[in-house]
């Protein structure tokens, strides 16, 4: 429990900081409440099962995650990949992935690798988030409209055709509900600064639905039979070994965007609240969330941003806030759970259209278009449209590894192997009784030797002939070597035996001398012959 710990330390826990966080607290229980909801229903599961995720995911990552503040629960991002698992295995499916993908997490962060999630690159991030903003968007269109596609569509522009022909079937009085949802959702941000939006569209819609009666309009009540005015209980779900093969992937995905989403809210969170996070232990309390929430009838759940940054702007400053926000949904749901059946499916929709307008992130979409280099727009766009028309797996993978891609060609590409001038290099040695052969030849090498860059060693050395005497091969700027680089130094040493010359290498520092010593091309390249700087070469060459 760092962050309580450290809350305690600095004297967040003492009374007089209760009020800021009690008020906080509830403020986010309340916005998560339809959140939790529209995200559970969106997933595939029942809207009972977003709201015991916020309360069993949320309760834990107060307690043992590494951010004072995080607030944590059902987030937009997992819809595409939750839906996708429901559809295939069943909610049972989902709580044995949810569950896995808790494990992962917890392995993580017990092995410290919550700093190697921030290496993804931005363009992977934002073509993935926005592509799963246009996907959320897209998949509302149903019950926003009222709409009665045809089944049997699985992939994106089937469903977005099938949505298309079915919109000359759409009922009225359901589009006019999310239209009136959504319009309020703009208003009221605007104008009650303190008061939820979600909420406040949410109950107009539901109190106008009570009032008016129209007919055909999907509430929770019509199409889940309303929500249990009880708390979540513990239940193992039931779980086969090949199941569990079978989920292996699944659950790596939402291990992976569940680190990505929970890292990056911490990192927002301490912006906004100058406080500072520990990435392995959010992990950590990332994988106990995950690991219990299937377990009290929950699901996959991460740090959610714009709850976290509720939480922070409300005041909060300890994870007394992310506890109260919890204990706030216990008490929404024990008091007014049997009014939930009168919310309006499209209302839910509509709250779900600016959630994915908001993921989307269209400026920054636009702005990484129009000034990114153009192999990173590429990333950008592929990422995008894979997870648009493909799959966040693939997407993911796919755009990860070309950016890892261009990284090391870009690496190799800043990798400079140049030969210096007899001049320069007497210059250097600063010896008028000294004089080089004529016949020696140095080369300087600045940047990693890793294997993106070999080829552009043997490249270099090409204009090296039998009778050169003397190559001097200058390390000083070399701050690693891998496997491949030190290959290329034996095929480089090969290469000066059989043509009789002699190779030095110089200024090696002390991490790659001592690789050199353990490959055994130190003691193959001579004793003499491996040198801290290259005036040690003018005296060796003056004594002999």
């Known amino acids: 429990m760092i962050a309580i710990l450290e809350a305690s330390r600095a004297g967040l826990l003492s009374r007089a900081h209760w009020l800021n966080n009690l008020l906080a607290g509830v403020i986010v229980g309340v916005v998560a409440l339809p959140l939790a909801m529209a995200f559970a229903i969106a997933s595939g599961a029942k809207p009972e099962q977003g709201l015991y995720t916020a309360i069993v995911a949320g309760g834990l990552t ?38 896995m993908a808790g494990i992962i997490l917890l392995l993580m962060g017990l092995t410290k690798l919550g700093g190697v999630i921030k290496y993804i690159p931005d363009p992977v991030i934002v073509g993935f988030t926005s592509g799963i903003g246009v996907i959320i968007f897209v998949g509302q269109w149903k019950d926003f409209f009222g709409l009665s596609p045809a089944a049997g569509a699985e992939q994106f522009h089937e469903k977005f055709w099938s949505l298309a022909q079915a919109f000359p079937g759409l009922h009225v009085e359901t589009a006019l509900l999310g239209g009136l949802t959504l319009a309020v959702l703009l208003i009221s941000g605007r104008i009650l600064k303190r008061i939820p939006a979600p909420l406040v569209a ?71 609240a100058g406080t500072k996070h520990d990435a ?19 699901f996959a759940s991460t740090g959610a941003i714009a709850r976290t940054a509720t939480n922070v702007r409300n005041g909060a400053n300890s994870p007394l806030a992310g506890i109260v926000h919890t204990l706030t ?20 929709a509509a709250i779900l259209f600016v959630v ?18 153009k192999p990173d727009v590429a990333v950008l766009l592929i990422t995008f449209l894979l997870t648009v028309f493909s799959d966040l797996v693939i997407a993911v993978n796919i755009g990860v590894m070309l950016a890892a ?31 080089l052969p004529a016949n020696t030849v140095v080369f300087a090498m600045e940047g990693p030797f890793f294997f993106g860059a070999a080829a552009r060693l043997e490249s270099a050395l090409e204009v090296i002939h039998g009778h050169t005497e003397i190559l001097v091969l200058r390390l000083e700027k070399v701050p690693f070597i891998d496997a491949t680089g030190l290959q290329s130094l034996w095929d480089l040493l090969d290469n000066c035996k059989r043509h009789k010359t002699r190779l030095i290498l110089c200024g090696a520092r002390p991490n790659v001398l001592e690789k050199l010593r353990r490959a055994g091309l130190a003691g193959q390249v001579g004793k003499t012959n491996v040198v801290d700087r290259i005036q040690q070469i003018a005296v060796d060459i003056t004594k002999k």
């Open 202 to 272: 949410m109950l107009i819609a539901t109190c106008a639905q009570w009032q008016l009666q129209w007919d055909g309009v999907a509430t929770i009540g019509s199409a889940f039979g309303g929500i249990p005015q009880q708390l979540p209980q513990f239940q193992l779900p039931a779980m086969s070994v090949s199941e569990a093969l079978q989920l292996i992937g699944p659950a790596f995905t939402i291990a992976l965007l569940g680190a990505i989403e929970s890292l990056l809210s911490a990192v927002v969170a301490d912006s906004m």
């Open 329 to 348: 949904l216990i008490g929404i749901v024990m008091l007014l759970a049997p009014y939930a059946s009168l919310i309006p499916l499209s209302a839910l």
């Open 62 to 99: 107060s307690l043992f995650g590494g951010s004072r503040v995080q607030i944590a629960g059902p987030t937009g991002a997992f819809i595409v990949i939750l839906a996708g698992i429901t559809g295939k295995y069943g909610i049972g499916g989902l709580q044995i992935a949810s569950l």
């Open 280 to 298: 392995n232990q959010e992990l950590i309390g990332q994988g106990i969330a995950n690991i219990c929430s299937p377990l009290f009838g929950g």
């Open 405 to 435: 891609l261009l990284f090391m060609k870009r690496m190799s590409e800043a990798v400079g192997i140049e030969q210096q001038a007899h001049d320069a290099v007497m210059e250097e040695l600063d010896d008028a009784d000294f004089t």
């Open 356 to 373: 994915a307008y908001n993921m989307s992130e269209l400026h920054r979409f636009g702005h990484m278009l129009r000034t990114a280099p």
